[in-house]
């Protein structure tokens, strides 16, 4: 299988972040990720379209200045050849290679993948962890370390999660206040 994803992460200056943003950290503060209110608003937006059915896409950002923080600043549209139900969500790649070409330039690249469990805790699944595995141990794909967003709702409550999987090993980041 090809993947596209074919270029080496680069790093740029770190950016001001607002206390509203999500700000998510492993225990060991080794892993962190910063999603933007505004995004993480826009991800509810997308989820909340379709509120039966599971949903996603790539995360897009850069690292800052000392590899040790993600900051996602795009949220590609779901690819028009993914395939998805309410227990399910496969990814397509229509259009995402050209997309990544062309932000590329301006520093940024894949991080990782988000998706919707509808009524669901935002816990990720043995599927979903398998497929992160695959992503962190296909050399193509040039993410070590992807990491996953879900977004769950379960009895009306939005919750969501963040995990990162250095070599495939899933570990659970948890929402900090910055």
Do not use: K
Request: include cysteine.
């Amino acid at each position: 299988m090809s993947y596209f994803f074919d270029r080496r992460p680069r790093v740029l200056p770190a950016m001001r972040y607002r206390v509203d943003d999500f700000s998510f950290a492993t225990d060991n503060d080794q892993y962190r990720l910063l999603l933007p209110a505004a995004l993480y608003e826009e991800l509810r937006e997308r989820c909340i379209a379709d509120p039966s059915r599971e949903t996603g896409s790539i995360l897009v950002g850069y690292y800052d200045q000392n590899h040790a923080r993600a900051v996602v600043t795009h949220l590609p549209p779901r690819p028009p050849d993914s395939e998805s139900g309410r227990t399910f969500f496969r990814r397509g790649r229509g259009g995402l290679q050209r997309l990544l070409d062309r932000l590329w330039p301006q520093q940024r690249h894949y991080l990782g993948e988000w998706h919707f469990h509808p009524s669901a805790s935002p816990q990720p699944s043995h599927i979903d962890d398998a497929q992160m595995r695959r992503l962190a141990e296909t050399v193509e794909v040039r993410c070590p370390e992807p990491i996953l967003v879900v977004l769950g709702n379960p009895a009306g409550h939005w919750r969501v999660s963040a995990t990162v999987y250095p070599l495939g090993r899933p570990i659970e980041m948890r929402c900090r206040s910055i």
